[in-house]
C-alpha cells in the first residue's frame, strides 16, 4: 500500500491504493511537477491541461 494520497482521474475520488476501488482506473499522484523557471515543455503542459478542461466540459454537456 503506497503513504501518498492518490486520485482518480475518472471520478475524482481520492485513496491510497493504486488502483480506484470505485470505478477501477489507475490512480495518479496528486503532487505537482517539480518547478523550474528554466521549464522548457511548461508551454506544451498548459496547453494540454487546457485541452484536458475544454475536453471534460464537452464531454459534461
Do not use: F, H, W
Not at 482521474?9 to 528554466?38: F, H, I, M, N
Request: with cysteine; hydrophobic share 15%.
Amino acid at each position: 500500500m503506497s503513504t501518498e494520497i492518490l486520485r482518480c482521474p475518472e471520478c475524482d475520488a481520492y485513496t491510497l491504493q493504486k488502483e480506484c476501488s470505485k470505478c477501477k482506473v489507475k490512480t495518479l499522484t496528486t503532487k505537482p511537477a517539480k518547478y523550474s523557471p528554466e521549464d522548457p515543455y511548461g508551454k506544451y503542459r498548459r496547453m494540454a491541461k487546457k485541452d484536458e478542461k475544454e475536453e471534460k466540459k464537452t464531454t459534461k454537456n
